[in-house]
């Protein structure tokens, strides 16, 4: 079962996704990766470049290493996390910047705990790939990177854990001061809290908890922070009415910015939630877990169109949904659901999980310039006004559901 569908997604990783940012992005000049491709195809090498491209260019090559041991990854991963530190890295203040120049000075310095947290999930990713495949030979470069993962962890229980409360802010300035302007986006509401965030803390803490497990060192500093994760999603921002989750609270968590169901974000924490608890290897934890996991899984159906795919969010206060089918949805759909199916043999997982590949495959791959597109609409067009690469377009999403199917269905 699913060899054909691992078989297409090996190819789908290593003669799409990956290469288009091999032939195309690398900054020979100055160093990195560039920060923008237009819809249309059309390199913008004077771009700014992202904290998150940055961030999740390094987790995929990383993972691509470490899962299929290509030497091109590792290098590619390398140049990543080199360029990180150098340019991204604020060694006066502690974390990372948010965005840099093309010649890589801080063009944006505010600290966002999203992108701190993907810098860890990046960086942690880039250790385990090493211990994996280079082991011993590797052993001071891991330890170096080792300890820059535990500073990033350390900014963000020290400036961000919320400890009356409970969870972790947005952002600060880059002094730790606090902000009028939180917002991770434009299209996001300005609230102290949002659920997106605290799932790209709970994604890099699992993955940070793993590789420390991997290599043999102590995770009693991180252990307490997953599992009061793991409890903030259980208790406060999933919507024990609708099984969805809540997108923007106050400090005190209640709901704010009204009735918003994101589908895409659903499906993508029925999995990483369900994970982490994987990785915590708690019973008590698991057994807690798995049936709020089901049923967020269950709930996201509601997302799913009749052509497979899944719509991104919509607004129930005021009756808006965003018809269009986003490329990273159509991903963490397919992990989603096949997640369900291989841990809970529940057939509707198996069939979503499937029609959605189907989908990806038939309207969202870029088999002429590599890549995928942004997005579709409802009638199959083709979306170039958004990037192909750029600050929000990035190898995560799609090369992480590759690794994913590839790794759990060998």
């Known amino acids: ?3 054909k569908e691992r078989q297409e997604m090996l190819e789908t990783l290593e003669q799409n996704i990956l290469p288009f940012w091999l032939h195309h992005m690398v900054d020979h000049e100055n160093g990195g990766f560039y920060g923008r491709m237009t819809g249309e195809g059309q390199l913008i090498p004077t771009a700014s470049k992202g904290a998150i491209l940055n961030a999740r260019i390094l987790w995929s090559f990383s993972a691509a290493y470490r899962v299929l041991g290509r030497a091109e990854y590792l290098q590619a991963a390398r140049r990543a996390k080199e360029y990180i530190l150098q340019h991204f890295f604020d060694r006066t203040f502690g974390g990372t910047y948010w965005e840099v120049d093309c010649l890589g000075r801080p063009t944006d310095t505010k600290k966002q705990f999203y992108a701190i947290g993907f810098m860890l999930y990046g960086l942690s990713e880039y250790a385990r790939a090493l211990h994996s495949r280079l082991g011993s030979s590797a052993a001071d470069e891991t330890e170096a990177v080792l300890q820059e993962c535990f500073s990033l962890f350390d900014v963000i229980e020290c400036h961000a854990r919320d400890t009356e409360h409970g969870g972790y802010i947005e952002a600060l300035s880059r002094d730790w001061q606090p902000l009028a302007d939180v917002r991770l986006s434009e ?8 659920q997106n965030t605290h799932l790209h803390i709970i994604e890099p803490y699992a993955n940070f908890f793993r590789c420390l497990k991997e290599t043999g060192r102590s995770t009693c500093r991180v252990e307490p922070a997953l599992r009061h994760l793991i409890d903030v999603f259980c208790h406060r921002i999933l919507n024990a009415e609708t099984w969805h989750l809540d997108l923007f609270f106050e400090m005190d968590w209640r709901r704010g910015a009204g009735h918003l169901e994101s589908y ?11 994970e982490a608890a994987l990785i915590l290897d708690d019973p008590d934890v698991l057994r807690k877990v798995e049936p709020i996991v089901l049923r967020v899984a269950e709930a996201s159906i509601k997302g799913i169109n009749p052509d497979g795919s899944m719509t991104h969010e919509a607004n129930l206060d005021t009756g808006h949904i965003d018809t269009d089918r986003h490329w990273w949805v159509q991903a963490e759909a397919v992990v989603g659901f096949l997640n ?5 043999q529940e057939s509707f997982g198996l069939t979503h999980g499937i029609r959605c590949w189907q989908y990806i495959k038939e309207r969202l791959i870029d088999h ?3 890549e995928w ?3 579709c609409d409802e009638k199959g067009q083709v979306n170039r006004r958004d990037d192909h690469a750029g600050f929000w377009k990035c190898p995560y999403h799609n090369s992480r559901m590759c690794l994913e ?3 759990r269905f060998r």
């Open 1 to 3: 079962m699913l060899d």
């Open 187 to 194: 299209v996001d509401a300005n609230f102290p809290k949002s």
């Open 264 to 274: 895409g974000h659903d499906i993508e924490c029925s999995w990483l939630l369900h």
């Open 340 to 344: 369900i199916w291989q841990h809970f």
């Open 368 to 370: 002429e310039l590599g």
């Open 373 to 375: 597109f942004w997005s």
């Open 405 to 407: 199917i590839i790794e």
